[in-house]
Structure formats: structure tokens, C-alpha cells
């Protein structure tokens, strides 16, 4: 299960290494930097900074003096990565569950164009949430991500468009 960041680098560990996974989930995830929504990058010297700053500081060895270089690469990163194609995705061979916030980094255009471009994927868009969907419903996305880690596969619907039928559904 990746995050953000976390969640392109499982989609790259899906693809170039998929004998070390049996599931993945991605969060917020987006595999080119292209599907980002348009957004101002934090700076230097602001107040979201200065308060990330500090929460930085807290926990990394370099201390608060390296902060400002961490941003500048991180914002790099953001403008330039990662470059994956819907080629590259219909690659992976495991099942993914992509979640998203209705109101995600990712536009939803992009979250979809994933789940369509993945062989084996299932997707859960959380209305009222962010990139920060984990926290603001937490308990939501247990029960999602629990479901999908457990389910029995190939997922089996009684209407199925995208996904090849599977035989009856049990007491049918």
C-alpha cells in the first residue's frame, strides 16, 4: 500500500517487480506529473513553510537548516515525475485498488484513466475528501482497503461491463 509519492513508487514496484506483490493499494497516486491539479508549490520564507518547517525539523537529522533544500527538490520532483504511460500501467499484472479524494491532487480524469489503463483494478473515489482522504475518513477507507486485501478474485458482478463474467453468484 502506497500514499502519494508512496503510491507511484508501488505502481512502479507493480510493474517492474511484480513477483514481490500479490495486491497493491494506491492512495492518491499518480503515475505523470502531468495528472497533477494545477497548484501553487509552497516556498521558502511563507508561513506554510515556516509551520512545515518546524514539523521537519522535529523528526529529520539534518535539522531545519536542510528544509529548504528538501522543498526545492521535492517541488522539482513534483513539476518533473514521474513519467509512467497507460502502456506502462496495463503492464502491471496484480490486482490494484486505486483510491482517491473527490478533491485529490490527482485530477479525477487522471485517477480514472489509471483504473482503466490497469489490467486488474478496482476504484473507490471518497466523496468530501482530499489528498488527506486516509485521515479525514479513516474508518472509510479500512473498510474499503480491508474488502479489497480479503475479497475473493476474479471480483465477480451481476452486471459486468469491464470485467469478464465469472459464473453465478452463490444461492442464485
Given at each position: 500500500m502506497g500514499h502519494s509519492d508512496g503510491g507511484n513508487v508501488a505502481l512502479l514496484v507493480g510493474q517492474r517487480r511484480p513477483d514481490l506483490i500479490k495486491r497493491m493499494v494506491v492512495v492518491g497516486a499518480n503515475y505523470h506529473y502531468d495528472g497533477l491539479v494545477d497548484f501553487a508549490l509552497m516556498s521558502p520564507?511563507?508561513?506554510?513553510?515556516?509551520?512545515?518547517?518546524?514539523?521537519?525539523?522535529?523528526?529529520?537529522?539534518?535539522?531545519?537548516?536542510?528544509?529548504?533544500?528538501?522543498?526545492?527538490?521535492?517541488?522539482?520532483?513534483?513539476?518533473?515525475?514521474?513519467?509512467?504511460?497507460?502502456?506502462?500501467?496495463?503492464?502491471?499484472?496484480?490486482?490494484?485498488?486505486?483510491?482517491?479524494?473527490?478533491?485529490?491532487?490527482?485530477?479525477?480524469?487522471?485517477?480514472?484513466?489509471?483504473?482503466?489503463?490497469?489490467?486488474?483494478?478496482?476504484?473507490?473515489?471518497?466523496?468530501g475528501s482530499s489528498h488527506a482522504v486516509l485521515k479525514e475518513h479513516t474508518k472509510d477507507c479500512v473498510r474499503i482497503i480491508s474488502r479489497f486485501l480479503t475479497q475473493r478474485l476474479p471480483v465477480r458482478t451481476m452486471s459486468p461491463l469491464r470485467r469478464p463474467p465469472v459464473g453465478e453468484f452463490p444461492g442464485d
Amino acid at each position: 500500500m502506497g500514499h502519494s509519492d508512496g503510491g507511484n513508487v508501488a505502481l512502479l514496484v507493480g510493474q517492474r517487480r511484480p513477483d514481490l506483490i500479490k495486491r497493491m493499494v494506491v492512495v492518491g497516486a499518480n503515475y505523470h506529473y502531468d495528472g497533477l491539479v494545477d497548484f501553487a508549490l509552497m516556498s521558502p520564507g511563507t508561513p506554510d513553510f515556516d509551520q512545515w518547517a518546524l514539523k521537519y525539523a522535529r523528526l529529520a537529522p539534518e535539522g531545519i537548516d536542510h528544509a529548504a533544500e528538501v522543498l526545492r527538490k521535492t517541488n522539482e520532483m513534483l513539476r518533473s515525475g514521474p513519467t509512467m504511460t497507460e502502456r506502462d500501467l496495463n503492464e502491471i499484472r496484480v490486482p490494484v485498488l486505486v483510491m482517491a479524494g473527490d478533491d485529490d491532487v490527482s485530477t479525477l480524469t487522471h485517477t480514472v484513466t489509471m483504473f482503466e489503463a490497469l489490467s486488474d483494478a478496482q476504484l473507490a473515489i471518497i466523496p468530501g475528501s482530499s489528498h488527506a482522504v486516509l485521515k479525514e475518513h479513516t474508518k472509510d477507507c479500512v473498510r474499503i482497503i480491508s474488502r479489497f486485501l480479503t475479497q475473493r478474485l476474479p471480483v465477480r458482478t451481476m452486471s459486468p461491463l469491464r470485467r469478464p463474467p465469472v459464473g453465478e453468484f452463490p444461492g442464485d
